[in-house]
């Protein structure tokens, strides 16, 4: 059984930055392209980050230069460090596999960049 867990939200105002990490237990992180997605509120969840385990990754454009995916393949962990945060990044974000994610989800992590 997979296990997701992800932590280091919190609320920064505008500017600021934040570092989430997830632990992957389960034989997924070694076989699987891992992302982190969000869902801010009355909004789908996307997909914000993607990477393989060869390390090449992927964002989406409203992130690019701002977010940098990492994973630590011995510690089984997917990290997201967020800089020059935006109100509009607000939203839970959550690891999971990527293409298809599996159907269960950790609890994620609430993001709030607000004045």
């Known amino acids: 059984q997979v296990v997701l867990v992800e932590s280091g939200g919190g609320s920064v105002q505008p500017g600021g930055s934040l570092r989430l990490s997830c632990a992957v237990s389960?034989?997924?992180?070694?076989?699987?392209?891992m992302g982190w997605y969000r869902q801010a509120p009355g909004k789908q969840r996307e997909l914000v980050a993607a990477?393989?385990?060869?390390?090449?990754?992927n964002y989406t454009d409203s992130v690019k230069g701002r977010f940098t995916i990492s994973r630590d393949n011995a510690k089984n962990t997917v990290n997201l460090q967020m800089i020059q945060l935006k109100p509009e990044d607000t939203a839970v974000y959550y690891c999971?596999?990527?293409?298809?994610?599996?159907?269960?989800w950790g609890q994620g992590t609430q993001v709030t960049v607000s004045p």
């Open positions: 999971n596999a990527v293409s298809p994610p599996l159907d269960s």
């Open positions: 389960g034989s997924i992180f070694d076989s699987r392209i």
């Open positions: 990477i393989t385990r060869g390390d090449t990754v």
